[in-house]
């Protein structure tokens, strides 16, 4: 959700005070789903997607020696009531010579507005060549996208828009990857990891969710013994919606550290740190610099993530 939450609509003003001016922005846009001409896209936005592809493409299952369970929690704009939170959960497991099986677990909310979901992936990969691999990956699960308007603080009680909370209640929903890979680290992917809209029945009226596709390619340039960069780039594409990237680079030295450097288009820079705790253990973490309208009143947001390895074999970066 987060950064990545677009609408077109008429507006319609209403008289209510919010601690944080985010709250009423994401009120405001809200209001459009009642009786208003819109268009909608809730879609989660973190950092550390090189980190957890999985998140993004289901394609990802199984395509590493190692298997593992990845837990990120992302908290954007931090100081702002309503603010962005973000938590996922993935587990990744290999399941033979070619196949993949694997699990994410998804918690997104902004303002009254929250996202959650929970799937089951699967995937094969086929060799091509001596240096080529395809992978394909399919996704199904369960989804809810839920506003809270009980949650909202209003100047003057009483306004019928206000008083019960609306859900899409839990529909199934699918989705799909592809990964190509070669063996010296280059990568590319394309992948909707939700291909089914929410849908609040009745209660939409204009409103149409938009759907996400995804492209990520990167590789990795190994500059001495003790340090190997990964460079990346993640695209995002929906209809009426501006296209959004992300532009990476994270030095990996001496098997132990990562530093890294981001840039997302018209919304942030950011710093990203990583550790290897144990053989088992990696930790990473993320800080952004907003460069939106919004930075003239926040500067933070946060991004750690967790990973631990099942077997003996340990990799800081997607292959």
Not at 211 to 236: E, F, H, N
Request: hydrophobic share 40%; no cysteine; charged share 20%.
């Amino acid at each position: 959700m987060n950064t990545n939450l677009n609408y077109h609509y008429k507006t319609k003003s209403i008289n209510m005070s919010f601690p944080g001016m985010l709250m009423a922005i994401l009120v405001a846009l809200l209001l459009s789903f009642i009786s208003h001409e819109s268009k909608g896209q809730i879609e989660t936005m973190y950092s550390l997607y090189r980190f957890n592809p999985q998140i993004v493409t289901p394609a990802h299952a199984g395509s590493m020696d190692v298997s593992d369970i990845t837990v990120i929690n992302r908290r954007q704009w931090t100081g702002f009531e309503g603010a962005p939170v973000t938590f996922a959960a993935s587990l990744n497991q290999k399941w033979g010579e070619n196949k993949g099986i694997g699990v994410v677990a998804l918690m997104d909310q902004a303002g009254p507005i929250k996202a959650t979901t929970i799937s089951a992936d699967f995937a094969y990969h086929v060799p091509l060549s001596d240096k080529w691999t395809m992978s394909g990956g399919i996704r199904g699960g369960f989804s809810n996208l839920t506003i809270e308007w009980s949650s909202i603080r209003l100047t003057h009680g009483g306004d019928e828009n206000f008083q019960e909370d609306i859900s899409s209640g839990l529909k199934f929903n699918t989705g799909w990857g592809l990964r190509f890979s070669k063996g010296d680290g280059l990568f590319l992917s394309i992948s909707q990891p939700r291909v089914l809209k929410y849908d609040f029945g009745a209660l939409s009226g204009a409103y149409k969710d938009v759907d996400y596709y995804y492209t990520m390619l990167g590789t990795k340039v190994k500059l001495s013994s003790q340090i190997t960069l990964y460079p990346s780039a993640m695209v995002r594409v929906a209809t009426d919606v501006p296209l959004s990237y992300d532009l990476n680079v994270n030095s990996h030295i001496r098997d132990k550290f990562d530093v890294g450097f981001s840039y997302r288009k018209a919304d942030s820079y950011g710093i990203r740190l990583g550790f290897q705790a144990t053989k088992n253990l990696y930790a990473g973490y993320v800080y952004e610099l907003p460069i939106s309208a919004i930075s003239k009143v926040t500067t933070q947001t946060h991004e750690i993530a967790l990973r631990f390895t099942f077997n003996k074999k340990s990799s800081l970066e997607t292959k």
